[in-house]
């Protein structure tokens, strides 16, 4: 997982035009990455259901459009990892910005990008499959009233 917030901190350097700047910020990154930093770019399900009903939080679905067709999650919203860059600006900057995709790869990457816009995001780190795991039966159901 190290390896792909690295890698994903490198394409958004490497993307946005003024390198030399940027790498300098990503070594001090580096340098004072700890545990409190690894803990506070990611959030599980169970705490996301919990910020969600309170509309502290907007859950971003980064998924291909094929497969949130094939598996949709109901709620949130939908903008494509390769979409991103184009729609970053639709998403609230006054709430906590989760993003997810079925495990947390591609979630790695847009997190990254999303936080080097200023957005205050996390990365789900039990995926949307642990997300649906916790959200069955009665717990979706109350779940959904709740958030409505």
């Known amino acids: 997982m190290k390896t792909a917030i690295t890698v994903a901190a490198i394409l958004v350097l490497a993307c946005t035009g ?4 940027q790498e300098a910020d990503f070594d001090r990154f580096l340098r004072s990455f700890d545990y409190e930093t690894r803990a ?19 859950l971003v679905d980064i998924r291909f459009p094929e497969e949130t067709q094939a598996w949709k999650m109901g709620f949130g919203l939908h903008i494509p990892l390769n979409a ?15 993003v997810a995709c079925p495990h947390k790869d591609r979630s790695a990457l847009a ?19 642990g997300l649906a795991e916790r959200l069955r039966g ?10 409505r």
């Open 18 to 21: 003024a390198a030399s700047a």
């Open 40 to 58: 506070d770019m990611k959030i599980d399900s169970k705490r996301l259901v919990t910020l969600l009903v309170e509309k502290k939080a907007v």
């Open 84 to 98: 991103l860059p184009a729609r970053w600006q639709e998403l609230p900057r006054d709430k906590l910005v989760v």
């Open 111 to 129: 997190m990254a990008y999303l936080r080097s816009k200023g957005y205050n995001a996390r990365y789900l780190a039990d995926g949307l499959i």
């Open 138 to 147: 009665d717990d979706a159901k109350e779940f959904l009233e709740d958030i």
